[in-house]
C-alpha cells in the first residue's frame, strides 16, 4: 500500500527555524513526484510546490517561492519543507501528497495519496 | 494567482443530484483540460475523486462525474448520501503559477 506519513505537530515562535517531513512507502520514492500543499485555519487548500526525488528538480508557486525550501533525501524516502524565518502568518495544516498514478499512467498534475498533514503553529 | 471561483455551500437531500460549479479564466481552466476535484471530510486529508475533468480514480463511486466548457468546470453528485457532506475543491493547471485551487464548497445533505 502506497502511503505517506508526516511528522507530527509543531509549536514555534516568529523568527525560529523549522523543517517538517513526509515519508513514503509501499512504491519507490525516488520516481514519484511529491508536492506539498497548505490549508490555512478554516480556509481552502493552496499549492506550495513540487519536487521529483530522483534527480531534485522543484517547482515553487509564485506565492511562495523564497519563502520556503523543498528539499527530499532518496536515502531515506522523506521529503522535506522547510522554513528559515517562520511568521504567524504560516500557521496552517501543511499536507505532501504524491503523484497519482492510474492503469495507464502516473501524472503529477493530480494528487493522491496525500499524508495525514502536519500543524504548524507559529505564536509568540 | 487568483483562486478559482466556487458556490461557497450547496445544499441537497438524500438521492438528489447537486452540481458545484467552478469558475477560472483563459490562463487555467479555459486552456488546459488538467482540471481536478477533491473531497475533504472534516479533520481528514483531501482525497482526489475526478482527474483530467471526468475520470474517477479507482474505488471512487460512479456517482461523481467531472465535466467542463469554457472557463468552467462542474461536478456533479448524483445519487446524494450522507457520506457526500464534506468540503469540495476544484484545481487547475495555471501554466507559470502553476496550480491553483478553488475556494472550497462546503456539501450539506439536507
Not at chain 1, 9 to 30: D, N
Not at chain 1, 45 to 57: A, R
Not at chain 1, 74 to 99: F, H, V
Amino acid at each position: 500500500e502506497v502511503q505517506l506519513v508526516q511528522s507530527g505537530a509543531e509549536v514555534k515562535k516568529p523568527g525560529e527555524s523549522l523543517r517538517i517531513s513526509c515519508q513514503g512507502s509501499g512504491y519507490t520514492f525516488s520516481k514519484y513526484y511529491i508536492a506539498w500543499v497548505r490549508q490555512m485555519p478554516g480556509r481552502g487548500l493552496e499549492w506550495v510546490g513540487i519536487i521529483y526525488p530522483d534527480d531534485s528538480t522543484i517547482t515553487y508557486s509564485q506565492s511562495f517561492q523564497g519563502q520556503v525550501t523543498i528539499s527530499a533525501d532518496k536515502s531515506r524516502g522523506t521529503a522535506y519543507l522547510e522554513w528559515s524565518s517562520l511568521k504567524a502568518s504560516d500557521t496552517a495544516i501543511y499536507y505532501c501528497a504524491r503523484e497519482y498514478c492510474d492503469s495507464i499512467s502516473c501524472s503529477s498534475h493530480w494528487l493522491d495519496p496525500w499524508g495525514q498533514g502536519t500543524l504548524v503553529t507559529v505564536s509568540s | 494567482q487568483s483562486a478559482l471561483t466556487q458556490p461557497a455551500s450547496v445544499s441537497g437531500s438524500p438521492g438528489q443530484s447537486i452540481t458545484i460549479s467552478c469558475t477560472g479564466t483563459s490562463n487555467d481552466i479555459g486552456s488546459y483540460d488538467l482540471v481536478s476535484w477533491y473531497q475533504q471530510h472534516p479533520g481528514k486529508a483531501p482525497k482526489l475523486i475526478i482527474y483530467e475533468v471526468s475520470k474517477r480514480p479507482s474505488g471512487v463511486s460512479n456517482r461523481f462525474s467531472g465535466s467542463k466548457s469554457g472557463n468552467t468546470a462542474s461536478l456533479t453528485i448524483s445519487g446524494l448520501q450522507a457520506e457526500d457532506e464534506a468540503d469540495y475543491y476544484c484545481c487547475s493547471y495555471a501554466g507559470h503559477s502553476p496550480y491553483v485551487f478553488a475556494t472550497e464548497t462546503k456539501v450539506t445533505v439536507l
